[in-house]
């Protein structure tokens, strides 16, 4: 995940609360006559280099670029209270 901002492009309200929805890849044995799972490994993170984000307000989900294109379009306003941030 990148440390950019997001902004969530479905309902446009959200900027904070967000789930990473990531792949995982477990390896197991099988017994060939009773299908009974004997032997099973840690699973691992299938990286992917762009994670599935999801919004936790509307729960719309997308690729994180889409996330973080709305977040450039529309940055968040700086508050009139400090100045020197403009
Ligand atoms: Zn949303």
Redesign the pocket.
Do not use: A, L, T, Y
């Given at each position: 995940m990148q440390e950019k901002p997001y902004f969530?492009?479905?309902?446009?309200?959200?900027r904070v609360k967000f789930s990473v929805i990531s792949s995982f890849n477990q390896r197991f044995m099988k017994d060939a006559i009773t299908g009974i799972v004997q032997e099973v490994t840690e699973p691992q993170q299938i990286q992917d280099s762009e994670p599935m984000i999801q919004?936790?307000?509307?729960?719309?989900t997308s690729n994180e670029m889409r996330f973080i294109k709305q977040a450039e379009r529309e940055p968040r306003p700086m508050t009139p209270t400090n100045p020197t941030y403009m």
């Open positions: 969530c492009p479905n309902c446009r309200s959200n919004c936790q307000v509307c729960s719309f």
